[in-house]
């Protein structure tokens, strides 16, 4: 097990990132119904968009996104 400073970075990174979605979630909700429907009842959608949204955002080297790559 790797004990040096930041080795949960990604795993903190993740659920921070989780935690920003669902409160995206609520925020959209009344606008955006049949999505807020999928998130919360489909766990296969919620997953999907949940993996999504972390593989677009986490970013441990800070480099720029580019045309869908990192």
Same mark, same amino acid.
């Given at each position: ?9 990604? *795993?903190?990174?993740? =659920? %921070?990132? !989780?935690? #920003?979605?669902?409160?995206?979630? =609520?925020?959209?909700?009344? !606008?955006?119904? %049949? =999505? ?5 009842? !489909?766990?296969?959608? *919620?997953?999907? =968009?949940?993996?999504? #949204? ?5 970013? *441990? %080297?800070?480099?720029?996104? #580019?045309?869908?790559? *990192?």
């Amino acid at each position: 097990m790797d004990a040096s400073p930041g080795c949960d970075a990604p *795993k903190t990174a993740r =659920l %921070e990132s !989780n935690h #920003v979605l669902s409160a995206v979630m =609520l925020k959209i909700m009344t !606008n955006n119904i %049949e =999505l807020y429907k999928q998130y919360s009842g !489909n766990a296969d959608f *919620k997953k999907w =968009l949940s993996d999504m #949204v972390f593989i677009l955002t986490y970013n *441990k %080297e800070s480099k720029p996104f #580019v045309g869908g790559q *990192k």
